[in-house]
């Protein structure tokens, strides 16, 4: 029987509408959690809208989000870490298989077993899994993180994915003072990757096509803001960098970047447009540059990230929203009208007759 109120697609061409699914009852190993405020990531738009089809196809009814807060409602009896009350989040990942190599490295995102928080096989209830635009969740403790306590909740939730998905390349790639690090695309994870990118003390440029945000982007940690459209502009950064992070979701040129490295840099792509990326051979030969790419995060890494935050009181720039106006949403992050992540208040999914 239905137990949850929530938002779903009903296929790629549907908008999200309330709906009700099944949450399990907790195991001795679960935590059941209240959903307060759960992130709105670009990538739930391409998965509710089936664009990325040729990997991960979309199943109908899809409920996304994995940018989740909540408290904790009730716990299994083998449950160590969280109690009832306690804050708890969770991120783009609710199970692995905990025994191969990558799990063994506290590298869950690289299980070939893993279990996605939305749009996965649920091994507990069949189906697919169902992420967090509902009132309510059950995971598996160890996929359960902990909240710090200083910071604002609403903002803590896009730190489960934007926020990781963009630390997680700087701290494996070594951004740090001294550095010269690109941030293409101030979007949700591109102004995180700001925040992160100046707290580890890098300079920071950031990459933009919407030149009404070049005061945020100074704000948010930036040292320069380099319009891209702005041939002159970009024509003076060009074999000077050490590390850029390219954070768009749409088509896009990215021989542009990979010239702006200095020799061995490194093109990081985060952003996953729907369409192959064209990449001309010599921008990579000379200079013996790399392009590579990186998926979230670990959940050892993930903690780290948390009370990285918790310790320099970093939270995500949000613009919370009821969960009325989640559709509207979808179109204005299309058209890179966020400042900087849509958060969707979960209280007005309860108050919902
Ligand atoms: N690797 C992973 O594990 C992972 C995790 C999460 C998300 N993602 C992916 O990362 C991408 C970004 O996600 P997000 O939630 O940050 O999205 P978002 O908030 O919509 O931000 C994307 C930004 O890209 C820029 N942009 C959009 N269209 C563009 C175009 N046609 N040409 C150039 N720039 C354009 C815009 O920045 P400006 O206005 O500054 O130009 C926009 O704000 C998505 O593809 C998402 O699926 C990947
Ligand atoms: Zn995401
Ligand atoms: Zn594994």
Request: with cysteine; glycine share 10%; net charge neutral.
């Amino acid at each position: 029987m239905p137990n949850a109120k929530a938002y779903s697609a009903a296929s790629a061409t549907s908008p999200l509408a309330p709906s009700s699914i099944v949450r399990r009852d907790p195991t001795e190993d679960d935590v059941q959690i209240e959903i307060l405020y759960c992130g709105i990531c670009h990538s739930d738009l391409h998965q509710v809208r089936n664009e990325w089809k040729d990997v991960f196809a979309t199943v109908y009814p899809c409920v996304p989000g994995h940018e989740i807060v909540g408290r904790v409602t009730k716990v299994g009896a083998k449950v160590t870490k969280f109690k009832v009350g306690d804050l708890a989040a969770v991120g783009c990942m609710v199970d692995s298989d905990g025994t191969c190599p990558n799990c063994l490295e506290g590298l869950e995102q690289f299980c070939p077993n893993f279990t996605l928080t939305y749009n996965a096989p649920d091994k507990h209830l069949g189906g697919v899994t169902y992420g967090g635009y509902s009132e309510s969740i059950v995971v598996r403790e160890k996929f359960v993180l902990k909240v710090p306590e200083n910071l604002d909740l609403a903002g803590v939730a896009p730190l489960l994915c934007a926020g990781i998905t963009t630390y997680s390349p700087m701290r494996h790639w070594g951004v740090t003072k001294g550095k010269k690090i690109g941030v293409v695309g101030l979007g949700g994870l591109g102004h995180m990757a700001v925040k992160f990118a100046h707290a580890l003390g890098a300079h920071v440029v950031v990459f933009t096509t919407s030149p009404g945000k070049k005061d945020d982007a100074l704000r948010l940690g930036a040292d320069e803001v380099v319009i891209s459209k702005n041939a002159d502009e970009m024509q003076k950064h060009l074999f000077s960098f050490d590390f850029i992070l390219d954070a768009v979701s749409a088509e896009h040129d990215i021989n542009a970047y990979l010239q702006m490295l200095k020799r061995d840099g490194h093109l990081v792509l985060v952003g996953a447009p729907e369409k192959p990326i064209p990449v001309a051979a010599f921008n990579l030969i000379f200079g013996r540059k790399s392009l590579s790419g990186s998926p979230i995060g670990g959940l050892k890494e993930t903690q780290e990230m948390l009370d990285f935050c918790g310790q320099k009181g970093i939270t995500a720039d949000i613009e919370l929203i009821p969960i009325q106006k989640v559709n509207e949403a979808y179109e204005r992050l299309l058209k890179s009208d966020v400042k900087y992540r849509f958060v969707i208040d979960m209280a007005t999914l309860k108050a919902q007759g």
